[in-house]
């Protein structure tokens, strides 16, 4: 009867444990992962798989073909090994079952092929009505297989995700090597932010429904994260590249310890324990200075900002007050980290700004190139321990999003309905149009000439007067009188 009960109590253990986490595990609603230009499944590093174009009814276009690269190294994965080529305008559409913002990742691999030459790739993608991707060669000069990954977060209501892929020119063509379609959590994209400026911060409405460039994914302080673990298959890079305090005045942290995600702060979608679990800080010991960081970005577009916290370093609550800059305006004064997580010790927050790096240097009578950066900052404030012991700042991810333009564009200020009517499909259409409307006009001024013509060639004969009297074919009748 004991070894009965302990059995119960072990199943019931299990069944408990894999309820939780089943429970915790994120499962989209619309997930569609296409291996593009294969006719079968390949899968990742990360245990998905995705399931070739040619075996289910996604695409469309005339003329696309599937091509398999040549002289590939061993280490290349599957799905940057085939690509839909596409000669002329071609789209993939998706079936949206639920309405939200949705994940849109685009690979691409420059295949080598002795069919094409690569070097004709220029294209325009565009995802819902938003132009995501203008003249694109598909290289972005990297050999970072991350670097060959665009990310887009678009606003989709129940119906279709349509992606379209439109060749720049006559002479070029369209390709893509991957695509993934995913639902994204309802709490990854608050629709209320905080706007800041040189006049100070605002509230920002609609963020959600923007449509939304992942540009930049960093983990602070901490090594790469890759797909397989981040429970929405993100790439985070790590910040050395980026941090620009380097007077030794701050340090990298580690926590071994659990991440306790709760109601009301960052869940493991919005960011995964090997963000939180990391972090750069700031210490009284080392001197009083802020940390920053620098993403360089293109002028002409809002930027969704969303910095990442968790006190993995305090010794106790309540001793961590920092301020929080943007573009070196203040953001955030005394930010109270223990109240914003419920006065628990290392549970995630976030915090989501809006800037317009280009009025930022307008207001400052400069210029805005292209590539202007967008610098992050933390550091101590007025409220800032006096132990010199304690922690002044922390910073533990930051994520930095292009909001697309009022032309609805992620891509310079053109617009899907220019792009699409003067695509080379379209184009040539017209052109035979024309060049119809023109022989119709031709041939009928050509019919109008020759009657014309022949009209006046005809002639008229002069009626003879010497007509009989008894004449039974003369109506009226005339007699002929003679001098």
Request: proline letters at 4%.
């Amino acid at each position: 009867m004991a070894i009965l009960y302990s059995r119960i109590v072990l199943y019931l253990f299990v069944f408990l444990l894999s309820s939780s986490v089943f429970a915790s595990s994120f499962s989209p609603p619309d997930e569609y992962l296409v291996n593009c230009g294969s006719d079968v499944d390949s899968t990742v590093i990360d245990n998905r798989r995705f399931v070739g174009d040619a075996t289910v009814d996604l695409f469309s276009s005339e003329g696309s073909i599937a091509l398999r690269g040549e002289h590939l190294s061993p280490n290349v994965p599957q799905i940057y090994r085939t690509a839909r080529v596409f000669a002329r305008q071609g789209k993939y559409k998706f079936n949206v079952n639920e309405a939200g913002t949705h994940m849109v990742r685009l690979h691409f691999n420059r295949l080598d092929s002795s069919k094409i030459e690569i070097g004709d790739a220029l294209f325009h993608v565009i995802v819902n009505g938003h132009v995501v991707l203008r003249n694109f060669s598909g290289d972005d000069s990297s050999s970072n297989f991350e670097s060959r990954v665009r990310e887009f977060l678009i606003w989709v209501d129940v119906g279709e995700l349509v992606i379209r892929f439109v060749p720049s020119q006559d002479s070029k063509f369209a390709f893509v090597n991957a695509i993934e379609v995913i639902s994204a959590p309802k709490d990854l994209i608050a629709d209320v932010a905080t706007s800041v400026s040189r006049d100070g911060t605002d509230k920002f409405n609609g963020l959600a429904k923007q449509a939304m460039e992942v540009v930049y994914r960093i983990n602070v302080g901490g090594r790469k994260v890759t797909p397989f673990n981040d429970t929405l298959w993100r790439t985070w890079l790590p910040d050395d590249d980026f941090f620009k305090t380097g007077d030794g005045s701050s340090e990298k942290t580690y926590f071994t310890g659990r991440i306790k995600y709760r109601s009301g702060g960052a869940s493991r979608e919005v960011g995964p324990d090997n963000v939180y679990n990391t972090a750069r800080v700031s210490k009284r010991s080392r001197g009083l200075v802020d940390m920053s960081w620098d993403f360089p970005v293109t002028a002409g577009y809002k930027y969704l900002i969303r910095m990442h916290f968790c006190d993995i370093a305090s010794k106790s609550l309540g001793r961590l007050y920092f301020n929080v800059y943007i573009n070196g305006n203040l953001a955030y004064q005394d930010f109270d980290l223990s109240y914003a997580a419920d006065n628990v010790l290392a549970s995630p927050y976030y915090i989501d700004f809006v800037v317009d790096p280009t009025a930022d240097y307008n207001n400052n009578n400069n210029n805005s190139p292209s590539g202007s950066p967008i610098t992050v900052s933390v550091g101590p404030s007025n409220k800032t321990s006096v132990d010199e012991g304690g922690v002044d700042a922390i910073l533990n991810g930051v994520e930095i999003m292009k909001m697309s333009n009022s032309m609805g564009s992620l891509a310079g200020y053109v617009s899907a309905e220019t792009i699409l009517s003067s695509c080379p499909n379209r184009r040539n259409l017209s052109i035979f149009i024309a060049m119809l409307a023109f022989m119709c006009i031709f041939m009928s001024f050509y019919i109008v000439a020759q009657r014309k013509k022949a009209r006046d060639n005809y002639g008229w004969t002069k009626l003879s007067l010497d007509v009989l009297e008894d004449h039974p074919k003369s109506g009226n009748q005339f007699i002929a009188r003679k001098a």
